[in-house]
């Protein structure tokens, strides 16, 4: 764990909105697929959305579609997460995570993690 870096993370008010960022650290190969997950207290980490970064496929979990959005910037390596309309029920550690290939949001399906970053949405 550790390979990748995670920022961007922090507090808002319902309704608002985040990015979060990403990208590879020094150990971090073949991340063509990219992906973030989050953590509630509690709870299974969950898979929220990935992005295969060579042919720009993406996949949302239900409960961010329409609310979240995932990009990749090719030349920079670096993954981002645009999150509006937030939730409190959002609130969580996100990490971000990588792979060889995108084969959903199974965290099985990924190598490479970061350390993680505390999005807090409050009513």
């Known amino acids: 764990q550790g390979q990748l870096v995670e920022s961007g993370g922090g507090s808002v008010q319902a309704g608002g909105s985040l990015r979060l960022s990403c990208a590879p650290g020094?150990?971090?190969?073949?991340?063509?697929?990219m992906g973030w997950f989050r953590q509630i207290p509690g709870k299974e980490r969950e898979g929220v959305a990935s992005?295969?970064?060579?042919?720009?496929?993406?996949v949302y979990a239900s409960p961010v579609k329409g609310r979240f959005t995932i990009s990749h910037e090719n030349a920079a390596n670096t993954l981002y997460l645009q999150m509006n309309s937030l939730k409190p029920e959002d609130t969580g550690m996100y990490y971000c995570?990588?792979?060889?290939?995108?084969?959903?949001?199974?965290?099985?399906?990924?190598?490479?993690w970061g350390q993680g970053i505390q999005v807090t949405v409050s009513s």
């Open positions: 995570a990588a792979g060889p290939g995108c084969y959903g949001l199974a965290p099985d399906d990924f190598v490479y």
């Open positions: 020094r150990y971090a190969y073949n991340t063509n697929c």
């Open positions: 992005i295969d970064t060579i042919i720009g496929t993406t």
